[in-house]
Nanobody, 117 residues
Framework: QVQLVESGGGLVQAGGSLRLSCAASGRIGSSYTMGWFRQAPGKEREFVAA?????YYADSVKGRFTISRDNAKNTVYLQMNSLKPEDTAVYYC?????????????WGQGTQVTVSA
């Protein structure tokens, strides 16, 4: 069983930066997909970024956010720069064991990111 714990959320002004971390307990294989999603109030959860060996991003964050992972620490990071008020959401990390699967297997509890104008 894998447990995920996010940290690093908070309140920041537009144009600022935050770095989210997600630490996994239990074995995370290097071939597992580690991803970030977000959910804003009144909206559906949406994909933000994911990484196996190479990263990929939603168009809305491309060029501003960077996902990375440290397999030795079972941790995935999301560096968020040039934040906008529309980035305000609860951010969740997730893991899936096989890249071909559509659904993620494990989810964190979420961390709030609030960007003020």
């Amino acid at each position: 069983q894998v447990q995920l714990v996010e940290s690093g959320g908070g309140l920041v002004q537009a144009g600022g930066s935050l770095r989210l971390s997600c630490a996994a307990s239990g074995r995370i294989g290097s071939s597992y997909t580690m991803g970030w999603f977000r959910q804003a109030p009144g909206k559906e959860r949406e994909f933000v970024a994911a990484i196996i060996w190479n990263p990929y991003y939603a168009d809305s964050v491309k060029g501003r956010f960077t996902i990375s992972r440290d397999n030795a620490k079972n941790t995935v990071y999301l560096q968020m720069n040039s934040l906008k008020p529309e980035d305000t959401a609860v951010y969740y990390c997730a893991v899936k064991t096989y890249s071909w699967k559509s659904d993620y297997d494990y989810w964190g509890q979420g961390t709030q990111v609030t960007v003020s104008a």
